[in-house]
């Protein structure tokens, strides 16, 4: 099952066992009715912004929004800093250098660059590669956590 579909099936157990249908979901949280339906149906991952609205939203961490963990707890999270400074510190903290992590994630080097500029932010595929290469949760990529995992 691919990160979309993970995610998808989440968010579906989440507007259930929460009682919520998906237009209201849109409602609270400002966007689009077709938005949240895209999401449900498994045609788009939420941007990070979105991701961190929705996880606030129902009290989880954006992992267990992704279907990358099954821990619902609650943890503290913190607000997350601009990725062109997050990017610089986990560059520093795992000691890897962007030409190291674009040819292991294939992620193009250009994009990297333009992260640490500030001039784009990632997209969450993007986030969960970084996870996944850095070994450690979407939260502390993103910078909501300082606990790896």
């Not at 595929?125 to 990529?141: H, R």
């Amino acid at each position: 099952m691919n990160n979309t579909q993970k995610f998808a099936e989440r968010l579906f157990e989440l507007l259930i066992d929460n009682d919520i249908k998906p237009a209201n979901l849109a409602d609270r949280l400002g966007v689009n009715r077709k938005v949240i339906s895209r999401y449900v149906k498994g045609k788009r991952l939420p941007s990070v912004d979105m991701a961190i609205r929705m996880s606030q939203h129902f009290e989880c961490t954006i992992d267990f929004l992704l279907g990358r963990s099954d821990n619902n707890g609650k943890t503290e999270v913190v607000n997350a800093p601009l990725f062109k400074d997050r990017i610089v510190y986990l560059l520093q903290f795992f000691n890897k250098t962007k030409y190291v992590i674009s040819k292991e994630t294939h992620i193009d080097q250009s994009v990297i660059y333009d992260w640490q500029k500030g001039t784009v932010s990632p997209s969450m595929n993007s986030i969960i590669k970084l996870a996944d290469y850095f070994d450690c949760s979407v939260e502390f990529v993103i910078g909501r956590t300082h606990n790896l995992y």
